[in-house]
């Protein structure tokens, strides 16, 4: 009955949110990293912060940090969504917002250099979250596949208040349900792909501490090599990394692949969920088996990357070559 009435209430927030954002002209015109042509109400993804807020109070004001942290992120990508920030005050709130994370989580009672390797993970992490949200439903499907792997290893290990889980992943039916379309009603804009990053973050990195085993990081699997190989292919191509472009694989699929954008999104999570299951599995075997596991996992998915890339773009540089010559 509870989760019931905290749907409606998300949902009513959203109707509510897209009357305002009409209003004030919060919106998404295309660009040269759009893969959409239609303008947009941007900030959808506002919806995640108000089911953790939901959560927060009916948890009693748990985990204090990790809910100021949170706050503040979603309210400086909210800001940039609409105004857009300097990259100096952007990255100094993301910065003090993943350190209070830190505190939450008791890292700074670990070794010292837990913590640089850590800020420069998450901060990649929320980052790579970011730049893959560039096409209908993917941040809502990807989402669902995290927040699934998290619940089922919850069953085993309790190591986070379902309540988070089930708000979380209730705000994200909500924005699925105007996202997840051929014509988005609403993007998720920075304000939600930072914030369920920062959430499922959180969440994941709970996991990893109580049982001290990093292998629960192939979580983001799919979203981290697509990410990092893109990388790798930009700077072969001597671009610039940080510049705005259309250069991730599902943006290939969806672009000169002319595949479903709704269906890539649907394999980007349903892959994801598969790697789940098998790290689940593999967490009951010795820790050299876990490393193989880990090892072939990032092989083959970054085969498939390769593969895939290389055979969507051979026409494309087929044609160039022939003009050349």
């Not at 919806?47 to 953790?52: E, Q, W």
């Not at 096409?135 to 190591?159: C, D, K, P």
Request: glycine share 8%.
């Amino acid at each position: 009955m509870i989760y019931g009435v905290i749907t409606i209430l998300l949902f009513l927030a959203m109707l509510a949110y897209f009357r305002v954002a009409a209003r004030y002209n919060i919106i998404d015109k295309p660009n040269e990293r759009s893969s959409h042509t239609v303008i947009t109400i941007r900030g959808g993804g506002i919806v995640f912060y108000l089911g953790a807020a939901v959560w927060f109070i009916w948890s009693g004001a748990a985990h204090p940090y990790f809910f100021a942290g949170l706050t503040l992120i979603t309210l400086i990508s909210f800001l940039d969504d609409i105004l857009t920030l300097s990259n100096r005050i952007r990255i100094g709130v993301h910065l003090l917002a993943v350190l209070l994370l830190l505190v939450e989580v008791q890292l700074f009672t670990l070794n010292w250099y837990i913590v640089p390797i850590a800020l420069v993970l998450i901060i990649g992490t929320i980052n790579a979250y970011n730049f893959m949200d560039g096409i209908n439903g993917i941040t809502a499907m990807y989402s669902f596949a995290v927040l699934l792997q998290l619940w089922l290893a919850n069953r085993e290990i309790h190591f986070i208040d379902d309540r988070l889980l089930y708000c979380t992943t209730l705000a994200n039916g909500v924005f699925a349900f105007f996202n997840f379309r051929q014509r988005a009603k609403c993007f998720a804009g920075d304000v939600g792909s930072v914030g369920i990053s920062f959430i499922l973050i959180f969440a994941t990195l709970s996991l990893i501490l109580s049982t001290g085993n990093p292998i629960y990081v192939l979580f983001f699997a799919v979203y981290g090599v697509d990410t990092v190989l893109t990388i790798i292919h930009r700077l072969f191509r001597r671009e610039n990394i940080f510049k705005a472009h259309r250069s991730h694989l599902y943006q290939y699929l969806a672009n000169e692949g002319k595949g479903n954008r709704l269906v890539i999104a649907a394999c980007y999570g349903v892959l994801q969920v598969g790697i789940g299951l098998l790290t689940l599995a593999t967490t009951a075997e010795s820790s050299g088996t876990q490393i193989r596991v880990v090892l072939c996992v990032l092989f083959l998915m970054a085969a498939l990357h390769i593969g895939i890339r290389h055979y969507i773009l051979r026409p494309i540089k087929t044609i160039l070559h022939s003009k050349n010559t």
